[in-house]
């Protein structure tokens, strides 16, 4: 684990004390009210070890980007978190003026305060290193505010940004205990995993899970891989498999012929390691036609795995000790279409193994399913995730790392 500090490493009552969190959820499409509230219930246990412990708490977080269709100010999520938090979170609609300032120092101990969406502030999403973003206006007018920096924002943490990464130059900074959590869990499913470990990739986007597995195969950190989606596909595809044009047009975005050598190459060099479906369900008149991956009718895209490759998947999930779940098997959203999702997760919650999932869709599906408490972890994380199994470095990490070496902890409260 990296060398950063902790809670548990400094006293914070009465102190004034900035929590970033990622709080950025998905939207109703029509009245962009909050659809799914998991990653508000997620930063829950950090602010309310804080509120305990009497800090004065001022939020930062982001909801979509300015110009998308799910940019939105935060007050649905103020008042989520204090309908989770048992405990009033104030909204204001400021970031670093004068209101905002001296709604901050009203702010009193065990009160929470969440400032406007940081991303109104142009700049917070430009792609500069540390040093640069805590000369920022947002980490100078803000940072002399207060005590201590909290980052609880792991699904954000492979982003260099301002409120990110800013303001641990500038001031003492902990993670906060989902960032550990998220952290940790990580650590024991790609670093030093119980044998045997294998990991379950479904979903759309298949062009970073390929590089994945190299790596992962390369450091022993699985061994062995059920491959669904439109990964499945590919892989059938740089095997000689014919998949229809259906199929074909389906991966055409992201299966280029570096791609698909990549695919080849690991199934030629990992024999017996990657386990691709040896059937798929298409729609046929409306109805659910279970088909041989061998057979696949050029005209119908592959819509689920069937009944045989569910079979071939759970005999992984009895014998794993480790499992790892990213990406739906199937079209989830389309009754037809649910089955290979619903008996897949429900099999990988019912194993006796350590069960990590990670992604939006995976969540959405977990939770739809009421599968997500079943699961040893669920992580947060999309893109922060997916760095960490690459073994890239997370800026977010690396920041509070740095300020650890910078600055000694105060010594904690023994009352």
């Known amino acids: 684990m990296p060398e950063f500090r902790t809670l548990d490493d400094f006293e914070v009552a009465g ?4 929590v970033r969190i990622d709080v950025n959820s998905p939207l109703d499409p029509k009245t962009l009210e909050i659809a799914d509230d998991s990653r508000i219930r997620l930063v829950i246990p950090t602010l309310l070890e804080l509120v305990q412990k009497r800090a004065r708490l001022v939020l930062l977080a982001h909801q ?7 940019y939105r100010e935060l007050e649905p999520h103020a008042k989520l978190l204090g309908r989770h938090l048992g405990h009033a979170v104030r909204y204001i609609d400021d970031l670093f003026g004068e209101k905002a300032k001296k709604a901050i120092e009203a702010v009193g101990d065990g009160e929470v305060l969440l400032l406007k969406n940081v991303r109104s502030w142009k700049p917070e999403q430009d792609k500069k290193s540390p040093e640069e973003h805590a000369k920022s206006e947002l980490v100078t007018e803000l940072a002399p505010l207060f005590d201590l920096y909290v980052n609880d924002a792991f699904a954000a943490a492979h982003r260099s940004q301002a409120s990110l990464v800013g303001f ?11 960032m550990e959590k998220e952290l940790s869990t990580l650590e024991k499913v790609f670093a030093s995993p119980a044998h045997p470990s294998a990991c379950f990739l479904g979903g759309t986007k298949f062009s970073d899970a390929i590089v994945t597995i190299g790596r992962l195969l390369a450091t022993n950190a699985a061994d062995f891989f059920a491959i669904s989606g439109l990964g499945s596909l590919a892989f059938l595809k740089a095997r000689g498999v014919p998949i ?14 570096e791609l698909l050598a990549s695919a080849g190459k690991l ?6 390691t990657i386990y691709l479906p040896v ?22 895209p592959a819509k689920d795995i069937g009944p045989k490759t569910l079979a071939v998947f759970r005999e992984l999930i009895n014998h794993a000790k480790t499992l790892f779940l990213s990406g739906p098997p199937g079209v989830f959203e389309e009754p037809l279409f649910a089955t290979g999702t619903q008996e897949l997760f ?10 990590v999932a990670g992604g939006g869709h995976t969540i959405a599906a977990l939770d739809q399913l009421g599968l997500a408490g079943r699961l040893s972890y669920v992580s947060t994380g999309g893109g922060a995730m997916e760095a960490f199994m690459l073994g890239k470095s997370l800026p977010v ?3 509070l790392v740095a300020a650890a070496r910078r600055t000694p902890p105060a010594a904690p409260s023994v009352a």
């Not at 641990?168 to 902990?174: D, V, Y």
């Not at 429900?346 to 069960?355: D, E, L, P, Q, V």
């Open 15 to 18: 102190k004034r004390v900035l």
């Open 64 to 70: 979509g980007r300015p110009g998308d269709w799910d």
């Open 168 to 178: 641990s130059q500038r001031l003492p900074a902990a993670a906060g205990r989902l």
């Open 279 to 300: 059937d798929f369900a298409v729609e046929r008149e409306g109805k659910r036609e279970e088909v041989p991956a061998s057979k696949l009718p050029a005209d119908l």
């Open 346 to 355: 429900g099999s990988i919650a019912a194993s006796k193994g350590f069960t």
């Open 397 to 399: 990490v690396d920041a």
């Open 267 to 272: 199934l030629a060099d990992h024999p017996g």
């Open 244 to 257: 229809g044009a259906a199929n074909e047009a389906a991966i055409s975005k992201e299966a280029t012929d």
